[in-house]
């Protein structure tokens, strides 16, 4: 336990104890017409025996800061978090390029395998891929091709189904992974720009050990990508989408997949839905749905030193019983709106050379295998550089096993603020200095946490930091409403 912290069972015997008196207190309050300050203020206590019932009430109002209002985010501005599970639109366009691998659901095909349409289509051409189980390697090298299969339900609707995927009414692209002289293969591997995969269940036929597994993959030489209303499952790494960095590069699209189980240590990258370690710009990620992915349902690596991700939107996502959300070396992002229920490990983690961010209205719900709801640090992702300018607002956190939202390892001039944190075993919101890594020990500086409110936390406001800000740390807490603090003038008991 923290120093200053206060066990879990002597916080709920407080609790019950002024639950008991919040009745009369209030009663009392409104008999004597006076603010509770005033009453103080006025001698009322001393006119009581230390002690007594009346003693103990207005003591009690005292304690409570009528003027700090709880500004932090409500439960309506959450109610749309997480995946729309919107299916695909219909696509009324002409299928001059029809494939079908045994010509049952689309007997008028031209081709048996997407590859074969593929090889004569032009640039830009519309493949439409009927229900089948295609057993290949798939490999789009003509910039705007779009590849169309069968899809008709929505990403959470996919995940949460039952049972095998079936070839009478799905494309399935079953490849092997296995590639003669590499430890990876590729389901669908997009080496142009501008093409579009939709509407496929991408897994792989086997997974062979020391063999990584990846369904989709879009390479980061390409850009105006779009991958969408796709399921990933059983691979290594569900999509692993990147793109160029080149000035006036198209943005690129991941939205609406499903990414499932996707957790084969082939001895590289495993158990992540959507991943990215080759640099990503210009990006959106939205109402994507994760499940049984145990490392992350959302991971970007990019390079502090080579290729650092910049401009992503990750927004309407929501991952259940999955991995984390997991941003590394990424300049200049939006976390927006995500539902992240029972993670593995922590909810979501900002890493080193994180720089220029905003991570707002956002749901997340720990679980009894969780570690942190949210957590800024430094030692993520190779050199150490700090997280720095992210601005962490109007998020609810609550149920984890350690801090609601951390901040750690030397991070600074980040904002917290407005956020609802809540039933988390250790601190609400913890600042820590302690070494957490391989990286030295680093107070975080100069950050500000601010009008957020807490509650059933232990304690719910923590920073063992020293320097001039408030109550001696490094960093500046304003207007927090909690009830607990490990040194005092770090949050207050308000309404």
């Known amino acids: 336990m923290r120093p200053g912290m206060r066990s879990s069972s002597s916080i709920v015997t407080g609790r019950r104890q002024m639950r008991n008196t919040l009745v009369p207190a209030a009663v009392l309050a409104g008999a004597l017409l006076l603010q509770p300050r005033a009453a103080a203020a006025g001698g009322l206590l001393l006119l009581e025996k230390p002690g007594s019932f009346l003693a103990n009430v207005l003591k009690l109002i005292a304690d409570i800061d009528l003027t700090l209002p709880d500004e932090a985010v409500t439960d309506g501005e959450l109610e749309d978090c997480g995946s729309d599970d919107q299916p695909p639109d219909s696509d009324d366009s002409p299928k001059l390029y029809l494939v079908d ?52 339900v929505g990403p959470k609707t996919a995940c949460l189904s039952s049972g095998s995927p079936d070839p009478t009414r799905e494309a399935i692209v079953s ?73 006036g590069a198209a943005p690129g699209f991941v939205q609406r997949n499903c990414l499932r189980n996707n957790n084969h240590d082939g001895g590289g990258p495993f158990g992540d839905g959507i991943y990215s370690d080759l640099g990503l710009h210009n990006a959106y990620i939205q109402h ?48 927006d709106s995500n539902k992240v229920i029972n993670p593995s490990n922590t909810g979501m983690l900002f890493g080193g050379g994180d720089d220029g961010g905003v991570v707002s209205y956002n749901d997340l719900r720990g679980g009894a295998a969780s570690v942190h709801g949210i957590s800024i640090r430094s030692d993520e992702g190779g050199p150490f550089v700090p997280a720095r300018n992210i601005y962490v607002k109007r998020n609810r956190v609550a149920g984890f096993p350690f801090d609601g939202i951390q901040l750690a390892e030397g991070v600074t001039l980040n904002t917290v603020e407005a956020n609802r944190v809540f039933d988390n075993v250790m601190a609400g919101i913890g600042v820590v200095t302690a070494q957490l890594s391989d990286m030295p020990a680093t107070p975080p500086t100069n950050n ?16 063992d930091t020293v320097g001039s800000g408030t109550a001696g740390t490094a960093n500046d807490w304003i207007r927090n409403n909690g009830e607990t603090e490990n040194r005092p003038g770090l949050c207050k008991k308000g309404r």
């Open 101 to 152: 691998d045994d010509k049952r659901q689309c007997p008028f095909a031209q081709f048996k395998s997407i590859n074969d349409a593929i090889l004569v289509a032009p640039p830009g051409t519309k493949i439409f891929v009927c229900p089948g189980t295609y057993r290949e390697n798939v490999l789009v090298s003509k910039p705007g091709l779009q590849l169309i299969g069968p899809r008709s």
């Open 448 to 463: 500000t946490i601010q009008k957020n409110h807490l509650r059933e936390n232990n304690p719910d406001c923590y920073d």
């Open 175 to 247: 490849y092997d992974p296995r590639v003669p002289g590499v430890t990876f293969g590729f389901g669908i591997d997009v080496e142009a720009s501008n093409v579009v995969i939709q509407g496929f269940t991408v897994q792989p036929a086997l997974n062979a050990p020391g063999v990584s597994s990846f369904g989709i993959f879009a390479r980061d030489t390409t850009s105006g990508n779009t991958v969408r209303n796709n399921v990933a499952q059983n691979n290594s790494v569900g999509i692993d989408f990147n793109s160029s960095a080149l000035p």
């Open 288 to 335: 994507n749905f994760c499940t049984g992915n145990p490392t992350t349902c959302i991971v970007l690596l990019g390079s502090v030193l080579v290729n650092q991700n910049t401009n992503i939107e990750i927004s309407h996502n929501e991952a259940v019983n999955d991995g984390a959300i997991w941003l590394v070396n990424t300049r200049n992002f939006l976390v």
